[in-house]
């Protein structure tokens, strides 16, 4: 069983589409996460949500929306794509009192 | 906010090299995680390192935290082709709600 699964694993669509990647752990963590991992590979937090709430939302475009529809799942939906959008995409989760995160395996996305 | 400076940020060594990785911080580390990402994958964690002077070891690898906890380095005795891959470190808020990477190093280990 995956612990962080996130889906699909590639992605390659126009500019000016709308994609979602969907995120589940199966591990009853409370805190989620999206990163974005760029073509130098710099990781950069994008979002974090707590049983359901938003708790960080770093300077990320509106085009970008999470949504948590419950703690076991966080999915992110990307309107109207940009050549910039290209990256992968990290989900990862934490248990309480720890800074360690549990990463999905990555949706590389391109945006053409 | 806190800036984590990795070095080198390339790495290439003769299987049975011994390597260094060192990742420095503009502000005391509260927790510093060390991770490995193999092409086409997630993050693995690896080791993480709270305590001034702390050092960990598993099997070939080691990573140490300074006592000023500003700077983490972590070692590769003896690297084999497995060994190759980004290794990222991040340093955790002192609520520990989020995790800041540095800019990764990219190890390749030739046979």
């Known amino acids: 069983d995956t612990a962080v699964s996130q889906t699909p694993k590639y992605l390659v669509t126009q500019m000016g589409n709308d994609k979602s990647i969907k995120c589940e752990q199966n591990?009853?963590?409370?805190?989620m996460y999206w990163y974005k991992q760029d073509s130098k590979k710099f990781l950069k937090i994008m979002f974090s949500?707590?049983?359901?709430?938003?708790?960080i939302n770093e300077t990320v475009p509106n085009r970008f929306s999470p949504k948590s529809p419950d703690k076991a799942h966080l999915n992110l939906h990307i309107n109207s794509l940009e050549l910039g959008d290209s990256a992968v995409y990290f989900c990862?989760?934490?248990?309480?009192?720890?800074?360690?995160?549990?990463f999905g395996e990555g949706s590389r996305l391109t945006v053409l | 906010s806190q800036e984590l400076e990795q070095s080198p940020q390339s790495l290439i060594v003769q299987e049975g090299k011994n390597l260094t990785i060192n990742c420095t911080s503009s502000?005391?580390?509260?927790?510093l995680y060390w991770y490995k990402q193999k092409y086409g994958e997630g993050l693995i964690f690896l080791m993480m390192?709270?305590?001034?002077?702390e050092e960990k070891s598993h099997e070939k690898i080691t990573a140490k935290l300074d006592e000023k906890k500003q700077q983490s380095s972590l070692h590769i005795t003896a690297s084999q082709p497995s060994h190759a891959g980004i290794y990222l470190c991040?340093?955790?808020?002192?609520?520990?709600?989020?995790?800041?990477f540095g800019s990764g190093t990219q190890l390749t280990v030739l046979p």
């Open positions: 591990l009853g963590h409370d805190t």
């Open positions: 390192l709270q305590k001034g002077g």
């Open positions: 949500y707590n049983n359901k709430e938003l708790i």
């Open positions: 990862a989760s934490k248990p309480p009192n720890t800074g360690e995160l549990f």
């Open positions: 991040g340093a955790s808020s002192g609520s520990a709600r989020q995790l800041t």
């Open positions: 502000k005391t580390l509260y927790g």
